[in-house]
């Protein structure tokens, strides 16, 4: 499977081991699964390697739609679930979705995840090409020095839930915003107006 699927297995196991949420609990629960996940790069591997592609587990193993249900499966989980790709956005948006999700008492407690890891270096070729990256190899958000930004692997997984007085690691989030930035230089360029009225 895509090394992706198995961090996110583990990473979303921490998060519900610090919640202190034992798996007998979970099981046939309402909890719901949030993943926000963009590289499919374990897919083109699999495809040009013959060995993985013949593979029974092959279409699963590489499929960002089952990054979501693959946790959900292990732990018996029966909420909603579901893996978003707005690329560099993906995580705060799968967490925007889980909040929704709560609101709207489609499920209790959510679990949100988010993953990224560079497997191929054909993006970052394609990115530098294009002129996207900066050349200082460092990302100056929101400054005058910004000239491009820096791709970069992460992982990070979070139980979300209504206020609950029980919960060791409380940290509140006042609220989110999910918008697309319009017409813009480029397809790819921000759009500064509109990300400040967000």
């Given amino acids: 499977m895509d090394p992706q699927q198995r961090l996110l297995l ?3 196991y921490s998060a519900l081991h610090e919640a202190m949420l034992e798996r007998h609990v979970l099981l ?3 909890m719901g699964v ?10 083109t591997i699999v495809r040009s390697t013959p060995e993985l592609g013949r593979s029974v587990y092959a279409a699963t193993g590489s499929n960002i739609a089952v990054a979501c249900g693959r946790i959900s499966f292990v732990f018996g989980l029966h909420g909603p679930c579901m893996s978003i790709d707005t690329a560099c956005s993906a995580a705060l948006c ?3 979705s889980a909040l929704r999700a709560l609101q709207h008492c489609e499920c209790a407690t959510a679990l949100c995840a988010g993953v990224s890891v560079m497997l191929l270096p054909d993006a970052t070729h394609v990115a530098a090409n294009a002129g996207m990256l900066s050349a200082l190899g460092r990302c100056h958000t929101f400054d005058l020095r ?3 930004y820096v791709r970069g ?7 979300l839930r209504v206020h609950d007085a029980r919960s060791p ?9 999910v918008r697309q ?3 813009s230089a480029s397809l790819t360029a921000p759009n500064g107006n509109a990300q400040q009225l967000v």
Wanted: net charge negative.
């Fill in 146 to 148: 910004a000239n491009g």
């Fill in 28 to 30: 046939g629960s309402l």
């Fill in 94 to 96: 799968a967490s925007h």
């Fill in 181 to 183: 930035d319009g017409k």
């Fill in 34 to 43: 949030f993943v926000g996940m963009t590289a499919a790069e374990y897919a």
């Fill in 169 to 177: 690691h409380r940290v509140g989030i006042l609220g989110s915003c």
């Fill in 153 to 159: 692997e992460a992982l990070g997984a979070a139980i």
């Fill in 10 to 12: 583990e990473c979303g």
